[in-house]
């Protein structure tokens, strides 16, 4: 049984799809249990992946509220009542606290969790922040396994007395987008100008992936590139204000929404650039190489994982200005994006297929059920 708080848009909703429509159903048995998502998000499910069967749970989304949250656990222990699963695999935090709590009180004895990133920084007050470190080891301490999407994610959580060594197992992201368009026929799909250099950013507008410092390096970057235009792809809260900080781009700020061709977006473009103040391991970037797109990073999670620095793209500073040098130093030499893009989509090939990520999953189960048999 699966279990995850909301399926919007973004690395987590892809990893679940995959594993939900990969694995083998000779071998394994699943029920996915999904909250909704929130106002303002794009569900995953409607967008990209209509035909995964889902079990909605009122209560599961993220936002907390003591009378729903109790509910939603009833149901997800009603759900493991007739279920009967072997494995109890959660996803995101909150799915993280109530699918595992109600694993513990229905007594099933093999729990997963899968950290696709983490609350240590960027999201909360101090005072929350440590309240959140408190859950997470607590609940640690009654899980099977820990699943880390990178290795500096795990490297995070272990600094934080978030589990013990042994528990974790680094699982990677794999992904698998459609035959990507041509950049010419790209472009024209997006109504994009055929020859400017074209800079996307692609994310969930919130304050964590920070689109404020983003408008920042476009501004920045339109002073030596005058002709470059600013592709973003997504919505968020933070959607409004980040119009108004590129008013003075004109026209050469395009916002394209949530979009179910994600690859039509990256074959436009000359380079994606991601600004986050916190992150796991990014699938925006992964999903860039894989259609050959360099990017530029800030310095995040395992951000460095993904975008090899001074080979596949740069990991920069997290600040506006290093964001608007390296976007600079890629647009001024195409030898240069060149290389970098056909790195990119090699090493994207050979570290994050959704055959690994299938195959790793799998293994990780196996081995589950095998040391519970022998035990």
């Known amino acids: 049984m699966r279990v995850i708080a909301r399926m919007n848009v973004g690395g987590p909703a892809l ?5 939900t429509t990969g694995l083998d ?3 394994f048995e699943q029920r996915l249990l999904v909250g909704d998502v929130d106002e303002g998000e794009a569900d995953y499910l409607v967008l990209r992946a209509p035909e995964v069967p889902a079990i909605r749970v009122p ?11 109790i509910r939603a656990l009833a149901r997800i222990r009603r759900e493991i009542r007739a279920f009967r699963p072997h494995i109890i695999h959660t996803h995101t935090a909150k799915a993280g606290v109530l699918g595992r709590t109600a694993a513990i009180l229905s007594r099933s004895r093999t729990r997963v969790h899968t950290f696709h990133g983490h609350l240590l920084q960027g999201y909360f007050s101090p005072t929350v922040t440590r309240a959140v470190i408190m859950t997470e080891r607590m609940f640690a301490r009654r899980t099977t396994r820990l699943v880390a999407v990178g290795r500096q994610v795990r490297d ?11 528990q974790y197992v680094v699982v990677p992201p794999g992904v698998q987008l459609p035959p990507a368009p041509s950049r010419d026929e790209a472009r024209r799909r997006l109504g994009l100008p055929l020859d400017a250099p074209v800079v996307a950013f692609v994310a969930r507008l919130t304050q964590v992936k920070r689109p404020d410092r983003f408008a920042h390096a476009a501004r920045a970057l339109s002073e030596t590139h005058p002709d470059a235009v600013f592709l ?4 968020g809260d933070l959607l409004d204000s980040l119009r108004s900080e590129m008013a003075t781009l004109g026209d050469r700020a395009r916002f394209a929404g949530w979009r179910g061709d994600v690859e039509t977006v990256y074959a436009a473009s000359d380079v994606v650039a991601l600004t986050s103040d916190n992150e796991g391991m990014p699938v925006s970037l992964i999903e ?4 050959g797109c360099p990017a530029v990073t800030t310095r995040v999670g395992a951000a460095a994982e993904v975008v090899i620095d001074g080979v596949t793209g740069f990991v920069v500073d997290v600040s506006a200005e290093a964001v608007a040098s390296g976007l600079s130093r890629l647009l001024e030499d195409s030898d240069l994006r060149n290389r970098f893009a056909d790195a990119a989509r090699a090493h ?6 959704r055959s690994r990520l299938i195959s790793d999953t799998a293994n990780l189960y196996e081995e589950l059920v095998q040391a519970r048999v022998a035990a």
């Open 59 to 69: 209560g599961l989304g993220r936002s907390p509220n003591p009378i729903a949250d």
């Open 288 to 291: 860039a190489a894989s259609v």
């Open 156 to 166: 995070d959580l272990l600094a934080a007395k978030i589990g013990r060594p042994d």
């Open 232 to 235: 973003v792809a997504g919505e």
């Open 25 to 27: 159903p000779e071998r």
């Open 15 to 19: 990893q679940v799809t995959a594993l």
């Open 348 to 353: 994207a090939s050979e570290h994050f297929s």
